[in-house]
């Protein structure tokens, strides 16, 4: 069991324009293929999907940004909750998409009328925990991008996605070398809360 619990409730939600806010990110890792250097970079991108409670289909972590932390902090928070995983997080975001909420009625009514607005960022994977807060009710999933593409519940998300793919690949990093630790470690990042991630800028 994780020594770390996951934050529930309504009492620290953030809302702007009758919008609940909401943060989250798209978990990545790169799978190097030592046999086959043709192989084109979003065939070597993997991300990771989790399961919905009660449900089997896919999503990407994310939740309520709460009052007491920045939307930063609520992306990686989320990450590790739900999914399990620390990484290195972007710090720009891959862009802000409103979407309905797809929950029960009465949640529906808490979010002042099921409008959501949601800032989704990239994470890159350093650290999958043995344990993790909601391991109990999610299962998680490594996917290359075009079953993540298939299988991804929410249209907003598959939106994320199709930006997240661009955004990396005007960064540079389809070379392997750009996705060297040492060219990451020349960034600035900075440490947001080690029990979290880290972020870039």
Same mark, same amino acid.
């Given at each position: 069991?994780?020594?770390?619990?996951?934050?529930?409730?309504?009492?620290?939600?953030?809302?702007?324009?009758?919008?609940?806010?909401?943060?989250?990110?798209?978990?990545?890792?790169?799978?190097?293929?030592?046999?086959?250097?043709?192989?084109?970079?979003?065939?070597?991108?993997?991300?990771?999907?989790?399961?919905?409670?009660?449900?089997?289909?896919?999503?990407?972590?994310?939740?309520?940004?709460?009052?007491?932390?920045?939307?930063?902090?609520? $992306?990686?928070? @989320?990450?590790?909750?739900?999914?399990?995983?620390? /990484?290195?997080?972007? !710090? %720009?975001? #891959?862009? =802000?998409?409103?979407?309905?909420?797809?929950?029960?009625?009465?949640?529906?009514?808490?979010?002042?009328?099921?409008?959501?607005?949601?800032?989704?960022?990239?994470?890159?994977?350093?650290?999958?925990?043995?344990?993790?807060?909601?391991?109990?009710?999610?299962?998680?999933?490594?996917?290359?991008?075009?079953?993540?593409?298939?299988?991804?519940?929410?249209?907003?998300?598959?939106? $994320?996605?199709? @930006?997240?793919?661009?955004?990396?690949?005007?960064? /540079?990093?389809?070379? !392997? %070398?750009? #996705?060297? =630790?040492?060219s990451i470690s020349n960034?600035?990042?900075?440490?947001?809360?080690?029990?979290?991630?880290?972020?870039?800028?």
């Open positions: 069991m994780s020594n770390l619990s996951a934050r529930t409730g309504r009492d620290r939600q953030r809302y702007e324009n009758n919008f609940r806010l909401v943060s989250g990110c798209i978990p990545y890792r790169v799978v190097k293929d030592e046999e086959d250097s043709s192989v084109d970079f979003e065939n070597k991108l993997q991300v990771l999907m989790v399961s919905s409670p009660n449900r089997h289909d896919l999503v990407f972590p994310k939740g309520g940004w709460e009052d007491d932390e920045t939307v930063l902090e609520a $992306a990686s928070r @989320e990450a590790m909750e739900e999914a399990g995983v620390k /990484g290195i997080l972007r !710090e %720009d975001p #891959l862009g =802000v998409w409103e979407f309905k909420s797809k929950s029960s009625s009465v949640e529906a009514e808490c979010y002042l009328g099921g409008g959501c607005k949601g800032y989704m960022f990239a994470l890159e994977v350093k650290e999958e925990l043995a344990t993790w807060p909601e391991q109990e009710n999610r299962q998680r999933r490594w996917l290359n991008v075009k079953e993540a593409l298939e299988l991804c519940r929410y249209e907003w998300m598959q939106s $994320a996605l199709e @930006e997240f793919l661009r955004v990396m690949a005007e960064d /540079g990093r389809t070379k !392997e %070398d750009s #996705l060297a =630790v040492s960034r600035g990042e900075h440490q947001i809360d080690p029990r979290y991630c880290f972020v870039v800028n």
